[in-house]
Every structure is written in structure tokens, then in C-alpha cells.
């Protein structure tokens, strides 16, 4: 089976669930205070799979299907072979816990602060596509045109770095933000490890020849 669709199954299963059970909800969410003060480290990976309600899960499982598919059939083939699975499932998986590293980091002495939901890992894997083909181009439900890769990227990051400065509502920007560098880091230094290729040069020459 797809890894993309496993993870899709899987994190639509759990978030389901919890969208009527509070005490499983809290059981399963990121809530740095806990962490800190009990040692409940699943939190950093369990949060990934729970979801607000419907339309947060359908839009981050849309986003992550369009751009997981890709990567696994496609991009992450072309520069892992055999291993584009694997490295997918590692990219997501870890693109959960690094997304919030830096608000438990923040928050683990505040018992208020809770958050969850796959936005960190699906912005993980948005920018891993992003950093591997930066003219691909790129249409969501708020942007009425196609765009190249890279602008985008561009436009998200600052927008989401403003949007975590300013602070308030319910949507985990910071989150948004250190996934989405995550996902480019995580490709980045993959390429070059695994696979010889510097993604930094192809990157300068897609954008700038």
C-alpha cells in the first residue's frame, strides 16, 4: 500500500474518533505543560494524527495527498529509488515532532496552551516538493492562479511567521513556519547524503536560468 494513503487512513481513523470524545482528545494532543511536567513524549507524535474537526482534516489530507503522491511516485523516487517510501514516512513522521519543538519550548511551563492537528508535517512535505522542483506549480482553495513553487514558499513563510509573532486564534503557525523550513532542511541535507545531489544548486539554476 501507498505510504501516503496509509497515513491518510490512519490519521482520518484516530481524528474521527476524538471529533466526539474529548477524553481521548486530550489524551492524544500536544500539551507541552504535560510533557514537561509528566514525561508524556508520545504527545510530540500523537497531536499529528487529530484534527479540529471534518474540514481541518479534509484540507490538511488534500494538501498531504497531492504533494505526498508526488513526492512518493515521483520526486523522492528520482533521487532515493527504492528508499522514496521510507524517506517519505521519515519526513512526515518527524516533520510532526520538529513542527512543535519550538512551541513546547515556549509554552512547557504554561498549562493553558494545547494544539493539534498534521499542519506541521503536511507543510514538512509541501516544502520537501518545493525545495526538489521550485517552478512546480502550485494552486490552493485561497489562491485563485497557479504559482511557481518557490513564491509561494516564499509568501508562506513570511506570512506565517507574521501570523505566529502577532499570535492569537486557534491556528498553529509556528507550527506552519518550522515545518515548512523542517521539510526543506530534511530534504536538503537527504539529497546530499544519500544521494550526491546539491539541491541548492539546482535550485539557483531553476530559478535563475
Same mark, same amino acid.
Given at each position: 500500500?501507498?505510504?501516503?494513503?496509509?497515513?491518510?487512513?490512519i490519521?482520518?481513523?484516530?481524528?474521527?474518533?476524538?471529533?466526539?470524545?474529548?477524553?481521548?482528545?486530550?489524551?492524544?494532543?500536544?500539551?507541552?505543560?504535560?510533557?514537561?511536567?509528566?514525561?508524556?513524549?508520545?504527545?510530540?507524535?500523537?497531536?499529528?494524527?487529530?484534527?479540529?474537526?471534518?474540514?481541518?482534516?479534509?484540507?490538511?489530507?488534500v494538501?498531504?495527498?497531492?504533494?505526498?503522491?508526488?513526492?512518493e511516485?515521483?520526486?523522492?523516487?528520482?533521487?532515493?529509488?527504492?528508499?522514496?517510501?521510507?524517506?517519505?514516512?521519515i519526513?512526515?513522521?518527524?516533520?510532526?515532532v520538529?513542527?512543535?519543538?519550538?512551541?513546547?519550548?515556549?509554552?512547557?511551563?504554561?498549562?493553558?496552551?494545547?494544539?493539534?492537528?498534521?499542519?506541521?508535517?503536511v507543510?514538512?512535505?509541501?516544502?520537501?516538493?518545493?525545495?526538489?522542483?521550485?517552478?512546480?506549480?502550485?494552486?490552493? %482553495?485561497?489562491?485563485?492562479?497557479?504559482?511557481?513553487? /518557490?513564491v509561494?514558499?516564499?509568501?508562506? *513563510? +513570511?506570512?506565517?511567521?507574521? @501570523? !505566529?509573532?502577532?499570535?492569537g486564534?486557534?491556528?498553529?503557525?509556528?507550527?506552519? %513556519?518550522?515545518?515548512?523550513?523542517?521539510?526543506?532542511? /530534511?530534504?536538503?541535507?537527504a539529497?546530499? *547524503? +544519500?544521494?550526491?545531489?546539491? @539541491? !541548492?544548486?539546482?535550485?539557483?539554476?531553476?530559478?535563475?536560468?
Amino acid at each position: 500500500m501507498s505510504i501516503t494513503f496509509l497515513i491518510i487512513i490512519i490519521t482520518s481513523a484516530v481524528s474521527i474518533l476524538a471529533f466526539n470524545r474529548e477524553s481521548m482528545k486530550d489524551d492524544l494532543l500536544f500539551w507541552p505543560y504535560y510533557i514537561n511536567r509528566e514525561g508524556q513524549y508520545y504527545r510530540f507524535i500523537t497531536n499529528g494524527v487529530l484534527h479540529a474537526d471534518a474540514l481541518h482534516l479534509i484540507f490538511n489530507m488534500v494538501a498531504f495527498y497531492s504533494f505526498g503522491m508526488a513526492l512518493e511516485n515521483y520526486l523522492f523516487k528520482a533521487l532515493f529509488g527504492e528508499l522514496s517510501r521510507a524517506m517519505l514516512a521519515i519526513l512526515y513522521v518527524t516533520g510532526i515532532v520538529a513542527a512543535v519543538i519550538p512551541d513546547y519550548i515556549k509554552y512547557k511551563n504554561k498549562s493553558y496552551y494545547r494544539s493539534l492537528g498534521a499542519s506541521g508535517a503536511v507543510s514538512a512535505i509541501v516544502f520537501a516538493a518545493i525545495t526538489i522542483q521550485p517552478n512546480m506549480p502550485i494552486q490552493f %482553495f485561497f489562491i485563485p492562479f497557479k504559482i511557481p513553487g /518557490f513564491v509561494f514558499g516564499i509568501c508562506f *513563510l +513570511i506570512l506565517s511567521a507574521s @501570523l !505566529a509573532k502577532k499570535g492569537g486564534g486557534n491556528i498553529g503557525h509556528s507550527a506552519h %513556519f518550522w515545518g515548512s523550513v523542517y521539510g526543506v532542511l /530534511f530534504t536538503y541535507l537527504a539529497a546530499k *547524503l +544519500i544521494s550526491g545531489v546539491d @539541491l !541548492a544548486v539546482y535550485f539557483y539554476t531553476s530559478v535563475f536560468n
